[in-house]
């Protein structure tokens, strides 16, 4: 499968899902998000990268600790979940980007934190590492 064909899999999958995995407790809570909320701690000048953000809730819980969180994903459905969620809880400095992990359109050493929370199993696997777009 290549990159494009995951991604139309992936969109098809999950895009009309994405409010409820906004409302699911399972990804709204967890000793998981706490960990990162803890690691992450008081980093007001940080840029946070969150890959394959959902519904945005590790973006949700690190925004006031930091200086800025993208929130990053291939569905653009769950992207405009998060936007609107992010002005509803007056977190101004979460931004969205749409794309695909496995290929960053980032610069090295963009961000402080690159972080993910219950996606990386949707990613698609290459050989070696991911590739940032050049």
């Given at each position: 499968?290549?990159?494009?064909?995951?991604?139309?899999?992936?969109?098809?999958?999950?895009?009309?899902?994405?409010?409820?995995?906004?409302?699911?407790?399972?990804?709204?809570?967890?000793?998981?998000?706490?960990?990162?909320?803890?690691?992450?701690?008081?980093?007001?000048?940080?840029?946070?990268?969150?890959?394959?953000?959902?519904a945005g809730h590790v973006a949700f819980n690190l925004a006031p600790l930091v200086s800025e969180v993208v929130a990053y994903d291939l569905s653009e459905d769950m992207l405009a979940v998060v936007a609107q969620e992010a002005k509803r809880r007056d977190l101004p400095n979460i931004k969205t980007q749409i794309g695909a992990v496995e290929c960053l359109p980032?610069?090295?050493?963009?961000?402080?934190?690159?972080?993910?929370?219950?996606?990386?199993?949707?990613?698609?696997k290459r050989r070696g590492w991911f590739v940032r777009n050049q």
């Open positions: 499968m290549n990159t494009e064909q995951h991604a139309q899999k992936v969109v098809k999958q999950f895009g009309s899902k994405a409010h409820g995995y906004l409302t699911s407790s399972v990804h709204a809570q967890g000793e998981d998000l706490a960990a990162l909320v803890e690691i992450v701690g008081l980093s007001h000048e940080a840029r946070v990268l969150d890959l394959g953000c959902g980032y610069a090295d050493e963009s961000f402080d934190w690159v972080v993910t929370r219950l996606s990386a199993h949707h990613w698609l």
